[in-house]
């Protein structure tokens, strides 16, 4: 009887810990980020990119003040039927070998897109470094 009550018991913690653990999942992610994928992946939590789009994204390098700068500009879309938070972003810089040269985020002025919105975003990077071949701009991780 007392292993009976001990695999009862063991259970009841189990269930405990599980409930806690989808109960309290926004306070698991605020304190564990890297816990959102793997909740949105057993569907317990949604994406927090999903409907955001990227676009018309387009970079050019001008010089001021004597120093390179490239500025990034493009949009972001809310395509869903809900009000989403536009996270921060995430500029990559990345040489001919697909070695990341250099990263740096940024905030879009309207980081809260009503369904159907968009907002613009400048980002400027000074001095980029030299050998840079590809950008990517992405959603930064929450």
Same mark, same amino acid.
């Given at each position: 009887? $007392?292993?009976?009550?001990?695999? $009862?018991?063991?259970?009841?913690v189990v +269930?405990? !810990?599980?409930?806690?653990?989808?109960l309290f999942?926004?306070?698991? !992610?605020?304190?564990?980020? /890297?816990? #959102? %994928?793997?909740? #949105? #992946?057993?569907?317990? =939590?949604?994406d927090?990119? /999903?409907?955001?789009?990227?676009r018309?994204?387009?970079?050019?390098?001008?010089?001021? &003040?004597?120093?390179?700068?490239?500025? +990034?500009?493009?949009? +972001? /879309? &809310?395509?869903?039927a809900?009000?989403?938070? !536009?996270?921060? =972003?995430?500029?990559?810089?990345?040489?001919?070998?697909?070695?990341?040269?250099? &990263?740096?985020?940024?905030?879009?002025?309207?980081?809260?897109?009503?369904?159907?919105e &968009?907002?613009?975003f400048?980002?400027?990077?000074?001095n980029p470094? #030299?050998?840079?071949?590809?950008?990517?701009?992405?959603?930064?991780? %929450?």
């Open positions: 009887i $007392a292993a009976t009550l001990a695999w $009862a018991f063991l259970g009841i +269930v405990v !810990v599980a409930g806690g653990i989808v999942r926004d306070h698991v !992610v605020a304190a564990l980020p /890297a816990a #959102a %994928p793997i909740y #949105a #992946a057993v569907g317990l =939590m949604e927090p990119h /999903a409907g955001l789009e990227l018309r994204v387009t970079s050019r390098e001008i010089s001021r &003040n004597g120093a390179r700068v490239l500025m +990034v500009e493009g949009e +972001v /879309a &809310n395509n869903t809900k009000q989403r938070e !536009v996270p921060r =972003m995430r500029g990559r810089l990345f040489d001919e070998r697909d070695g990341e040269l250099r &990263n740096w985020t940024f905030s879009v002025p309207d980081p809260r897109l009503s369904p159907g &968009n907002t613009r400048l980002t400027e990077l000074e470094p #030299a050998g840079a071949v590809r950008l990517t701009i992405l959603f930064d991780a %929450p």
